[in-house]
């Protein structure tokens, strides 16, 4: 379990960010009683309702905060529920972790009658090129996606639409992209610390990028290249809402 390994310090950057929860909620539309999959620590569990929280890393339950919902530890492709015990269930920047995706998701369309996931879209070629980190930086990122289904094929196998997510340029949830346009958190180790991605990529790999802005933010390139960004209050990335 990959979060068992390197989820221990994931509270450090990891938080729900309140404007991309404003459209979780909302498409959780008027459920009560709500199934949050691959929960983690506890981000974007909605207060005002009924949630029963489902996480296989002992390392990331033991970091859910006092007062947090409850939470049973089991993996998205098999869970341990009855068909239809839930108004909805949601999964938010999980489900690229999970061995079988569309298992998953059929798993929690199985257990609930609305399904909400925030996910990222990487089947438009354009894609890696979108997001200067990966473009310039890390093209490493790519090989991760091999074999992963893309957002339309996931919203297809449970029968979702598919809605674009803008990232805030002050975005409090540090996930990989939240920093576009602030590029020097990505030399902080503890923000890299926060995002599997650097884990995944290798430590060769994760150095050499580092290294290569660190010196471009000095002499000035990364400016010229992206300063395009710098009027822009958010970021559309790749980063999608499905709803069914
Ligand atoms: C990036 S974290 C996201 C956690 C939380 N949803 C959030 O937004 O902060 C990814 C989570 O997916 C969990 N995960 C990995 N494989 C899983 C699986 N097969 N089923 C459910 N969750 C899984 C990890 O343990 C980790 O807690």
Redesign the pocket.
Known sequence: ????RI?AA?TVT?RTEPRIAAAVWAALGDARTVL?????????EPADRDVLA????AV?RAQRPAGAAPCVA????SLPFKDQSFDAAM????IH???DPIA?LREMQRVARRVVV?THDTSDAGWLDRFWLTRDYLPETAELLVGRPSAQELADSIGARVEPVLIPWDCV?G?FEAYWRRPEAYLDDRVRRGV?VWTRVGPAAEQRAVHSLRADLDSGRWADRNRDLLDLDAAELGLRLLVS
């Open positions: 379990m990959l979060y068992d989820g994931y990891r949050n999959v691959g929960a983690g620590t506890g981000s974007y489902v996480e296989p890393s990331m089991a993996p998205a492709e999964a938010f920047a999980t972790h999970w061995q998953g925030f949830d996930f599997s």
